[in-house]
């Protein structure tokens, strides 16, 4: 898509002859890429349609198909090799070379929807920012060589309208041929070295033509030029722009303009949202800061968490399910054990486990988060999981305000804190019938005084555990 433009710089005009040529390396080169692309694209995305019958999805991507079709088909190659050949006129050349542009145009709004679904993705949204970037760059090679391709249009129209008026002339060939004779009688038809207008209006296009930038055999030496003014074109929205009664060179302006205030407003946003972006990641590092728990961590692992959120932004409140549950694995399975060891050799059934059992706990612990008011079990119903308390507090009781101070380790105000669990039962059931489903119920309710961030250890869990150290 980049190169495409290079198809418009490949004619190269004559002031001597009154006529045109083609820049064959250039020629050479833009074929040759356009083509072994096109061949590599097509191979690529026939070998996924076949793939999709086999998955019934061949509906949903055949019309996407079609589109990369016509828009990879080598219409630029075709008439440029017609019109060197000779099999085509001149002025058909440039007739049908529009049809180029509105493949290319096609081709844009392609790449935008592409854009658009690797912003959704994770994996690919940098590489749609990098594309991004590069736009307005792209659209200053695209309109520099329009700008080129129309002046060079421009001047073979004042040629044929010159030799309307000379009878000798006929038809003025626009292919260049060593056997055809110099004409001069346009020269000064066709100058612009005097700023007459009402003899030929090159509009737009006069600085192109004086400069003498269709007559240069080095590409570079055209394509830097048109580059440049199409650069400053933009940037100041085509205003300085000659006024001109004709439709297409209107049409074109009014292009530059909407094109140039859409990349600006683009990038204003870009910087905008960029910008918040930057300041929601210094809040969510500031957040996992004062998150208490945090500064249990060792200091190596903090900088690891650090520098995955601030990398994959999330926009919810920091706590241990969300700490645990938007890492990797390896992150994950650190903190658990780092946070929740210390919890489970405070149980006294516990407390003569090796690491590596106690590891096998952490490792099928679950963060969870309750909220103020909400109830964690009721008295009466099975006891489906231990409880271990990293932060908050709960109350637990009976129906009869009774407290149920033997699963809390001494502590005798009816209270769950910081350190505290509940739930040992289990220990005691899953030791002594492996076979057994019916859990033991509970004797106490418990509920969530304030937010509460835990450890569950679901009843299964300990359950296979215990089976696999046994084991």
Same mark, same amino acid.
């Given at each position: ?13 004559n ?5 045109f040529?083609f ?5 050479s ?7 072994a ?8 995305r026939?070998s996924?349609?076949?793939e999709?019958?086999h ?15 016509s ?8 008439l ?7 099999r ?14 509105v ?8 790449l ?9 993705s994770?994996? *690919? ?13 792209h659209?200053a090679?695209?309109f ?15 040629w044929?309208?010159a ?7 006929g038809?003025?060939p626009?292919h260049?041929d060593?056997?055809? #004779? ?5 020269s000064?038809?066709?100058? #612009? ?21 269709l ?7 055209r ?9 400053q074109?933009l940037?100041?929205f085509?205003?300085?722009l000659p006024?001109?009664t ?9 292009s ?6 859409? *990349? ?5 946003? #870009? ?9 929601e990641?210094?809040?969510?590092v500031?957040?996992i800061?004062r998150w ?9 692992l ?8 601030t990398?994959? *932004?999330q926009t919810?409140?920091v706590d241990?399910?969300?700490?645990v549950?938007?890492l ?5 399975k650190n903190?658990?054990q ?6 489970l050799k405070?149980?006294e ?13 952490c490792?099928?612990?679950?963060p ?8 964690i079990?009721?008295?009466g ?8 308390? *990293? ?6 009781y ?12 001494g ?17 005691a ?16 309710t418990i509920?969530?005084?304030?937010n509460?961030e ?5 009843a299964?869990d ?7 150290i046994?084991n």
């Open positions: 898509m980049v190169l495409d433009p290079v198809f418009l710089y490949i004619p190269v005009t002031d001597e002859k009154k006529c040529q820049d064959r390396w250039v020629m080169v833009a074929i040759a890429e356009r083509s692309f096109g061949v590599w694209y097509l191979t690529n026939t996924e349609i076949r999709s019958i998955r019934n999805y061949s509906k949903s991507l055949l019309p996407v198909f079609l589109l990369d079709l828009i990879i088909l080598p219409l630029p190659q075709v440029v090799l017609l019109a060197y050949s000779q085509i006129s001149g002025q058909e050349f440039f007739s049908l070379m529009n049809l180029f542009l493949q290319h145009g096609l081709k844009v709004i392609r935008a929807k592409l854009i658009t679904e690797w912003k959704n994770y994996n *690919l949204n940098k590489w749609a920012n990098l594309t991004f970037n590069f736009g307005y760059l659209a090679n695209v520099g060589s329009l700008w080129y391709f129309f002046a060079v249009q421009r001047k073979a129209e004042c044929k309208k030799c309307t008026d000379f009878t000798r002339c038809l003025l626009l260049c060593d056997s055809l #004779t110099n004409y001069t009688f346009s000064d038809f066709c100058s #612009t070295k005097t700023q007459n207008a009402t003899i030929y209006d090159f509009g737009i296009f006069r600085d192109a033509i004086q400069s003498g930038v007559d240069e055999n080095n590409f570079f030496r394509y830097l030029p048109c580059f440049q003014w199409s650069l074109t940037s100041c085509g205003q300085g006024l001109s004709n439709v297409l060179e209107n049409i074109f302006v009014i530059i303009t909407i094109t140039g205030v859409l *990349l600006f407003f683009l990038l204003i946003g #870009t910087v905008q949202s960029e910008t918040s972006k930057v300041y990641i210094r809040q969510k500031r957040e800061d208490l728990p945090f500064g249990k961590l060792p200091k190596k903090q900088k690891e968490i650090k520098e995955y959120q990398s994959k *932004l919810t409140c241990v399910e969300y700490v549950n938007h990797p694995r390896h992150l994950r903190i658990k780092k946070l929740c060891l210390d919890l405070k149980v059934e516990f407390g003569n486990w090796s690491d590596s059992s106690l590891e096998r706990l490792d099928v612990v679950k969870v988060v309750f909220t103020e008011r909400s109830y079990l009721q008295e119903n099975p006891i489906d999981q231990m409880l271990f308390v *990293l932060q908050g507090k709960l109350w637990t009976t129906s009869r305000s009774i407290a149920g101070s033997s699963s809390n380790s502590n005798l105000n009816n209270h769950l804190e910081d350190g505290d669990f509940s739930g040992e039962e289990l220990i059931w899953a030791k002594a019938d492996r076979d057994s489903s019916n859990l033991p119920l509970s004797t106490k509920q969530a005084l304030t509460v835990a450890f569950v250890l679901m299964d300990l359950k296979q555990v215990l089976l696999n046994d």
